[in-house]
C-alpha cells in the first residue's frame, strides 16, 4: 500500500510521474518525497525501497534536476536544503 | 488529518527502521520530522543505526561513480544526513532537532508543526486528530508500523 489519502481539492500533476524513473504513476504505488523547485510535491514509486542503489542515484538526478531549475531562476534551492515554505515555522 | 497527504506502508514481510531510514532519507530535507513510536528510546537506538548505516551507502556510492552531478549531489545528501539531530526530547522549542522520537502522550502535550510524521505504533483516531492539528496543509503522514 501507498498513499491512500489526499486533501480536498489537492492538484495532482497530470500524468503522476515518478521522479525516479520516470514511468507513470498511480496512488496505490507511490510515495511522497521532496518538493520540486515550484513547491510541489514530488512523488516516486514505492518499489525503488527495496533497491537502494537507484533510490540514492534516482534522487541524486532528480535533486540536481530541481537545483538547475533554481539556478535558471536566480534562486537558492530552499526546498532542497530546509524544505518549502512553512518548514521551520517552530524555530 | 483533513489537509494531509496519508501514506501507508507495509514494508514488506518484516518490516524494520531499516525501511523507516530510506523513507526519512527521501524526507530529510523537508522540514521537521517526528516519529511516534510506543518505546522511543529503542527505536531512536535502531534508527540511527540503519541512518548511519545508509549514509556509509551514500559514501560508498559517492565513492564509486565518476559522475559529477552524482557526487556533489550525493556529498550534499551525505553531508545533511550527518549533521542531521535526532532526540527523544520534547516539546521542540527547548530542543532544535530534526527528528524528534516521541510518544503519543508527548505529542498530546504539545502538538508538532512537522512537515512529516510517522506513526510505527498503535495510536487512536482522535489522539491522531489532537496530534495533527498543527501540521501544515499537505503535510505527510505515513503510517507504518514496525514489528
Same mark, same amino acid.
Given at each position: 500500500m501507498a498513499i491512500t489519502k489526499l486533501p480536498p481539492n489537492y492538484q495532482l500533476p497530470s500524468?503522476?510521474? $515518478?521522479?525516479? $524513473?520516470?514511468v507513470d504513476l498511480t496512488l496505490d504505488k507511490a510515495t511522497a518525497g521532496l518538493f520540486d523547485a515550484d513547491n510541489h510535491q514530488a512523488f516516486a514509486c514505492v518499489s525503488h525501497f527495496s533497491e537502494v542503489e537507484k533510490l540514492l542515484l534516482g534522487w541524486a538526478d532528480f535533486t540536481d534536476r530541481e537545483r538547475r531549475e533554481y539556478l535558471n531562476r536566480d534562486q537558492e534551492p530552499d526546498n532542497l536544503t530546509y524544505g518549502g515554505d512553512n518548514a521551520w515555522l517552530d524555530t | 488529518m483533513h489537509g494531509l497527504i496519508r501514506e501507508e506502508h507495509s514494508f514488506g514481510a518484516n518490516p524494520g527502521s531499516k525501511d523507516l531510514a530510506r523513507h526519512l532519507y527521501t524526507r530529510m530535507a523537508c522540514g521537521k520530522v517526528v516519529i511516534v513510536a510506543a518505546n522511543p528510546a529503542s527505536l531512536l537506538a535502531s534508527l540511527r543505526k540503519q541512518w548511519l548505516k545508509l549514509a556509509r551507502k551514500v559514501s560508498r556510492e559517492r565513492a564509486s561513480t565518476l559522475n559529477a552531478v552524482h557526487i556533489y549531489e550525493l556529498n550534499e545528501a551525505v553531508t545533511r544526513m550527518l549533521t542531521l539531530r535526532f532526540t527523544?526530547?520534547?516539546?521542540q522549542d527547548d530542543y532544535p532537532a530534526d527528528v524528534y522520537i516521541v510518544t503519543m502522550e508527548q505529542l498530546l502535550r504539545w502538538a508538532p508543526e512537522c512537515r512529516t510524521l510517522y506513526v510505527t505504533c498503535d495510536v487512536g483516531r482522535e489522539q491522531l486528530y489532537l496530534a495533527t492539528a498543527w501540521m501544515p496543509r499537505s503535510s505527510l503522514i505515513v503510517f507504518c508500523k514496525l514489528s
Amino acid at each position: 500500500m501507498a498513499i491512500t489519502k489526499l486533501p480536498p481539492n489537492y492538484q495532482l500533476p497530470s500524468p503522476l510521474t $515518478c521522479a525516479i $524513473c520516470s514511468v507513470d504513476l498511480t496512488l496505490d504505488k507511490a510515495t511522497a518525497g521532496l518538493f520540486d523547485a515550484d513547491n510541489h510535491q514530488a512523488f516516486a514509486c514505492v518499489s525503488h525501497f527495496s533497491e537502494v542503489e537507484k533510490l540514492l542515484l534516482g534522487w541524486a538526478d532528480f535533486t540536481d534536476r530541481e537545483r538547475r531549475e533554481y539556478l535558471n531562476r536566480d534562486q537558492e534551492p530552499d526546498n532542497l536544503t530546509y524544505g518549502g515554505d512553512n518548514a521551520w515555522l517552530d524555530t | 488529518m483533513h489537509g494531509l497527504i496519508r501514506e501507508e506502508h507495509s514494508f514488506g514481510a518484516n518490516p524494520g527502521s531499516k525501511d523507516l531510514a530510506r523513507h526519512l532519507y527521501t524526507r530529510m530535507a523537508c522540514g521537521k520530522v517526528v516519529i511516534v513510536a510506543a518505546n522511543p528510546a529503542s527505536l531512536l537506538a535502531s534508527l540511527r543505526k540503519q541512518w548511519l548505516k545508509l549514509a556509509r551507502k551514500v559514501s560508498r556510492e559517492r565513492a564509486s561513480t565518476l559522475n559529477a552531478v552524482h557526487i556533489y549531489e550525493l556529498n550534499e545528501a551525505v553531508t545533511r544526513m550527518l549533521t542531521l539531530r535526532f532526540t527523544t526530547k520534547w516539546p521542540q522549542d527547548d530542543y532544535p532537532a530534526d527528528v524528534y522520537i516521541v510518544t503519543m502522550e508527548q505529542l498530546l502535550r504539545w502538538a508538532p508543526e512537522c512537515r512529516t510524521l510517522y506513526v510505527t505504533c498503535d495510536v487512536g483516531r482522535e489522539q491522531l486528530y489532537l496530534a495533527t492539528a498543527w501540521m501544515p496543509r499537505s503535510s505527510l503522514i505515513v503510517f507504518c508500523k514496525l514489528s
